[in-house]
Structures are given as structure tokens and as C-alpha cells.
């Protein structure tokens, strides 16, 4: 069966899971061997073999530049949307806002693209300290060099807000939101 093939491609060595992270932690970014070797603190070999493999199983394209080989996620590829929230589930940002109930991002934040300046890019269900909550998000908006707008909410409030059709929650959830952190039937009225 193609699935459990690819998924074996996927999920066998710790070199191929740090892999994983970082493409499709940065998605839209280029890598180069080298490159990869110093982010993943693994040995070249190593690094070279489950690059083959991802190639190989069509998650990773390659593409010449100069004497460089480059390699990037290939968003085509039916895992993709499913390695994208295996990867963003392990990041920073998810480590450090796991004591929320419910973490929503949009597809776009997923995406590293940019949004409309007016929508939301992700929503923090729960009741954490507002400033271990900007310091993540600060930490997060370095990273992207980006400003990334954001709601904090208890559960309450999200049923409320749900519940009066406020226009940021429903434009959020028409842009289909995924659930990184939590469960998603905490959503259900």
C-alpha cells in the first residue's frame, strides 16, 4: 500500500525525524547538505542517506543552484499537510504554549505566508500567564520576522464569541484552522 510505504519512509531513524522537523518547520525554505548537517547535529552520511529516502519517496524535490543541491518539501505530496502538523506540533512555540487547552493555527501560519494585516493567525484557548504567552509569541515573531496577530481566550469566551458569529472568530474558522494543541470537540457548542 503507497501510505504505509510512504509513512515507513518516514518515521524510521532520528536523523529522518529531525529532517522532518526542519522542512516542514520552514516549509517554503530551501536547504542545502551542509546546511542541514549543521541544524541537525547529525553526521553527513547520515544526513545524505535520509535525504535519499525522502527524495525517494517524493516528500523532498531537489534543485540545482550553482554547485549546491537544494532540497524543499514538496507540497503535492498527500503526507504533506499531515507532516506540516506532525512538525509544527514538536516546535518551539507548540513546547511552550502546551499548557493551553486549545491551540488553533491557520493553514497560512502553517505556511510561513503572509496573511491579511486584519486576520488572525492563531487562537490560545486556556488560561496561561499573558507574559509566558508574549514571550513565546515574540520568540515566534523573530523567528518569521513577522508580526503574527493572535487572540487569547478561556473557553468561555471562545463559545461566546462563537456563539454571537463575532466576525475575527468566524473569518478564522472559514480559513479552516488546525488544532495543534488539545481537543478539537472542545469547539462543539
Not at 545524505?48 to 525522502?54: M, Q, S, V
Not at 540545482?64 to 524543499?72: E, M, V
Not at 488560561?127 to 496577530?149: D, F, G, M, Q, T
Request: charged content about 25%; aromatic content about 8%.
Amino acid at each position: 500500500m503507497k501510505v504505509e510505504t510512504s509513512l515507513n519512509a518516514v518515521l524510521t531513524s532520528k536523523t529522518r525525524c529531525k529532517l522532518i522537523c526542519l522542512f516542514f518547520g520552514n516549509p517554503q525554505e530551501l536547504f542545502y547538505v551542509r546546511q542541514l548537517v549543521r541544524l541537525s547535529g547529525e553526521e553527513i552520511n547520515s544526513v545524505r542517506r535520509e535525504l535519499a529516502n525522502l527524495k525517494k519517496a517524493n516528500i523532498l524535490v531537489s534543485e540545482a543552484r550553482g554547485n549546491r543541491l537544494y532540497y524543499t518539501t514538496n507540497p503535492r505530496h498527500h503526507l504533506f499537510n499531515s507532516l506540516l502538523l506532525m512538525a509544527y506540533r514538536n516546535s518551539d512555540l507548540a513546547q511552550k504554549l502546551d499548557k493551553a487547552k486549545l491551540l488553533l493555527v491557520s493553514f497560512h501560519f502553517l505556511l510561513w505566508e503572509k496573511a491579511r494585516p486584519d486576520s488572525i493567525d492563531l487562537i490560545i484557548v486556556g488560561e496561561l500567564p499573558i507574559r509566558e504567552v508574549e514571550n513565546a509569541i515574540a520568540s515566534e515573531e523573530k523567528k518569521r520576522e513577522a508580526e503574527i496577530n493572535y487572540m487569547v481566550m478561556d473557553q468561555s469566551e471562545l463559545k461566546l464569541r462563537q456563539n454571537k458569529r463575532d466576525p475575527f472568530i468566524v473569518d478564522f474558522f472559514l480559513s479552516s484552522p488546525l488544532v495543534i494543541i488539545g481537543n478539537p470537540a472542545l469547539l462543539e457548542n
